[in-house]
């Protein structure tokens, strides 16, 4: 359980909200096509994201038996319902942000001259350029 809090720990702390769908995303990172650079909103980044907080919120619920929805008092001692309440409160925040995350959908170029697919662009500013890996085909 301490690998997936501290991954959705890291994922919450660097989570922004994007200006123009006020959804969660990431800035300034170098996702699995590391020859695109530095790039916004990367798709892949965001998707790994997005189950990450998922994985460690069910990873919670489950270590706690069930018992989140608890009222104080129900778990027995008081820095325990105190820690419990702290935690709670930390795993709604994932969930919010997961449920609230970008997972960017555009029109592509379909690479046979017909029309543009809808599909998961690799970042903003992505224009269907080559890339060197399939992480966002994996996605589709």
Excluded: C
Aim: no cysteine; proline share 5%; hydrophobic share 45%.
């Amino acid at each position: 359980a301490r690998l997936s809090e501290r991954s959705a720990a890291f994922f919450a702390a660097k989570a922004v909200v994007d200006d123009s769908s006020g959804l969660f995303t990431f800035h300034n990172v170098i996702g699995p096509d590391e020859q695109a650079g530095v790039v916004n909103n990367s798709a892949y980044t965001n998707a790994v994201a997005q189950r990450a907080l998922r994985w460690a919120a069910e990873a919670w619920r489950v270590s706690q038996g069930g018992q989140e929805g608890k009222g104080p008092g129900e778990l027995g001692g008081a820095a325990r319902d105190k820690r419990h309440a702290s935690m709670l409160a930390v795993v709604e925040e994932w969930v919010h942000i997961a449920d609230n995350m970008l997972i960017p959908v555009a029109p592509l170029p379909s690479g046979d001259g017909d029309a543009p697919v809808l599909g998961h662009p690799e970042y903003s500013g992505y224009a269907g350029q080559d890339i060197n890996q399939a992480d966002v085909a994996l996605l589709q």
